[in-house]
C-alpha cells in the first residue's frame, strides 16, 4: 500500500506570495528617499544593486532589477528584515504626520465657525501654549465674517508653527 502524500514545505502558492511580498518592500524601497537608505545595514553588493534599480527607468528593466534584487532579498533574511524595518519607520513616521496635518485642519475649521470656536480655542491653547489665542480670535472673525481665505490660510499657518514650537 502506498503512504499518503505528506508536504515537505511550503507549496509553490505560498512561495509565490513571499516572493511578491519581498516584492513589494522592494518596490517601497525604491520609493523611499536617499536619506531613509542610508539607515539600511546592507553590505556593499546589495547596496549597489539597490543603487542601480533607483536609477533604471526602463519599465521592463526596472521590473527585472526589481525582481533580481527580491531574489537576492529572498536569500538574506537579515538585509530582508533591515528593509521591513526602515520601510516601516517611513511609513509610520509618514502617517503620523498625516494625522497631524488632518488635525491641524480640523481645528482651524472648528475655529471659523461661530459655534465651535469657544471650544477650539481652549483646545488650541491646551494643545499648543506657544500659540496667540487673541490672533486666532481676531483672524478666525475676519474670516467668518468677510469670507476671505487670506485669514483661513494665516489660522492654518499660525497653528502648524505652534505646533512645531511645541514638543511631543
Not at 545595514?41 to 533580481?68: M, S, V
Not at 526602515?86 to 481645528?107: C, I, P
Amino acid at each position: 500500500m502506498k503512504e499518503p502524500y505528506t508536504p515537505t514545505g511550503p507549496s509553490r502558492s505560498a512561495l509565490k506570495r513571499q516572493a511578491n511580498q519581498v516584492e513589494e518592500v522592494v518596490q517601497g524601497l525604491l520609493d523611499l528617499g536617499g536619506s531613509q537608505l542610508e539607515r539600511l545595514q546592507w553590505d556593499q553588493p546589495l547596496r549597489a544593486e539597490l543603487d542601480l534599480a533607483r536609477k533604471t527607468r526602463q519599465h521592463g528593466a526596472r521590473k527585472r532589477q526589481i525582481k533580481h534584487l527580491s531574489a537576492l532579498l529572498r536569500r538574506d533574511s537579515e538585509a530582508l528584515e533591515s528593509a521591513r524595518t526602515v520601510l516601516e519607520k517611513s511609513v509610520g513616521a509618514h502617517r503620523v504626520q498625516v494625522q497631524d496635518f488632518h488635525l491641524l485642519e480640523d481645528l482651524r475649521d472648528r475655529l471659523c465657525r461661530e459655534q465651535s470656536r469657544a471650544d477650539a480655542l481652549q483646545e488650541a491653547s491646551q494643545r499648543y501654549p506657544t500659540c496667540d489665542g487673541a490672533l486666532l480670535e481676531r483672524l478666525a472673525r475676519s474670516y467668518s465674517e468677510n469670507g476671505d481665505r487670506r485669514p483661513y490660510r494665516e489660522i492654518f499657518r499660525h497653528l502648524r508653527t505652534a505646533a512645531e514650537k511645541t514638543p511631543r
